[in-house]
């Protein structure tokens, strides 16, 4: 019976974390506001003791789950339309660096020591803080960092050179199935598919892993067994 308990209450509790996962949005534990993060840590605490402990009633533990999860949605949406009162609640981005000069004074705002920074600043590929710009502690602990314009990589705009758009390439076969939704997107259809994949000795979709198509016609096709995959590129006829 505790057994069948235990499977209940771990079955309705995931339902109601992946609301609270849907509602918060798709963003890494790191880049969680800090209300966020603290209703994550006490769900953690309240769905934890409530699984491990089959004597502890569950509708308080669910009647809890449901209340953070309702607090959290309601305090994010006010936080959205109330800007001051957001900022409360929340960290202000801070500048730690400028012109290649640390600013000690926002660093113990942040409680971040000289190593913290370097280690971050490395971690970018900056190990030389006369090349940094700008580098500002965001909300979510972490440090954006933008370089001087002498040390930014060139980019195809800065040497006037036009390059060729790539665009998205397009899934055709996923494990042997073939994504006819996709065929339809670019007037392609699976006879045609099939076409193709007998040029390069394949009679069925069953025998292809994963093939795409890019917007220049290519494809790229993985064989299902990788002894002999070979890589290939082709255009469309």
């Not at 020591?113 to 280690?119: G, R």
């Amino acid at each position: 019976m505790a057994y069948l308990k235990i499977t209940f209450r771990i079955l309705t509790i995931m339902g109601m974390l992946l609301a609270m996962v849907l509602w918060t949005g798709r963003r890494k534990i790191g880049e969680l506001p800090v209300f966020d993060f603290l209703t994550i840590l006490i769900v953690g605490n309240v769905v934890g003791a409530d699984i491990a402990d089959p004597n502890i009633e569950h509708l308080p533990t669910a009647y809890a789950v449901v209340l953070l999860i309702g607090l959290q949605y309601v305090m994010s949406l006010y936080t959205i339309k109330n800007r001051k009162f957001g900022k409360k609640v929340t960290f202000d981005p801070i500048l730690i660096i400028q012109d290649g000069r640390i600013i000690k004074s926002n660093l113990k705002k942040v409680k971040y020591s000289l190593e913290n920074v370097l280690m971050f600043l490395r971690e970018k590929g900056i190990f030389d803080i006369r090349e940094v710009e700008y580098a500002i502690v965001e909300d979510s602990g972490n440090i954006s960092v933008m370089k001087k314009s002498q040390f930014q990589p060139l980019t195809p705009d800065d040497m006037k050179m036009s390059i060729k758009y790539k665009g998205l390439t397009l899934p055709l076969i996923i494990d042997g199935k073939v994504c006819e939704d996709n065929l339809k997107k670019i007037n392609l259809n699976k006879n045609w598919l099939k076409e193709e994949l007998k040029k390069h000795q394949i009679k069925e979709f069953e025998e292809v892993f994963y093939v795409e198509i890019n917007v220049d016609g290519k494809l790229a096709i993985s064989r299902m067994v990788e002894s002999s995959y070979v890589a290939k590129g082709f255009m469309m006829d």
